[in-house]
């Protein structure tokens, strides 16, 4: 196994997810705060605010800071390339059925998304407020 694998495993590790109460109802869950950017070019603080509808299982919010303080560790050339990480190993750990990311560094600011191929359900995206 080499680093990169290591570094894979060691950050996916840090996502403890725990069971949805109501797995056959959507439901958003927001989370939010600032990390340390170390592996980031520039440094300086990134501002994260993840919001997902779970499938089976959801974070377990207290582990989400210990993943972030993980990942700031990772070499990023851009702020682009720290959030497809990001949002991998999210899709990946959780497996939600809708999940959209943004991280801000400053002015600059990345947003990310992605859901199940078959999943649908505008009436709740409606509801949130992307400000």
């Given at each position: 196994?080499?680093?990169?694998?290591?570094?894979?495993r060691e950050?996916r590790?840090c996502?403890?997810?725990?069971?949805?109460?109501?797995?056959?109802?959507?439901?958003?869950?927001i989370?939010?705060?600032?990390?340390?950017?170390?592996g980031?070019?520039g440094?300086?603080?990134?501002?994260?605010?993840?919001?997902y509808?779970?499938?089976?299982?959801?974070?377990?919010?207290t582990?989400?800071?210990?993943?972030?303080?993980?990942?700031?560790?990772?070499?990023?050339?851009?702020?682009?390339?720290y959030?497809?990480?990001?949002?991998?190993d999210?899709?990946?750990?959780?497996?939600?059925?809708?999940?959209?990311?943004?991280?801000?560094?400053?002015?600059?600011?990345?947003?990310?998304?992605?859901?199940q191929?078959?999943?649908?359900?505008?009436?709740?995206?409606?509801?949130?407020?992307?400000?």
């Amino acid at each position: 196994m080499n680093i990169e694998q290591n570094n894979l495993r060691e950050r996916r590790a840090c996502l403890r997810t725990i069971a949805s109460p109501a797995p056959d109802h959507d439901r958003i869950s927001i989370l939010s705060g600032a990390l340390p950017s170390s592996g980031l070019i520039g440094g300086g603080q990134i501002h994260v605010d993840l919001r997902y509808i779970a499938d089976r299982d959801l974070i377990a919010a207290t582990t989400l800071a210990e993943y972030f303080q993980v990942a700031a560790q990772e070499p990023c050339e851009s702020l682009e390339a720290y959030a497809d990480l990001v949002i991998s190993d999210l899709s990946n750990e959780l497996v939600p059925r809708w999940i959209w990311l943004r991280l801000q560094s400053g002015g600059h600011q990345v947003i990310q998304q992605d859901c199940q191929p078959a999943w649908n359900n505008s009436e709740i995206l409606a509801t949130l407020d992307f400000s």
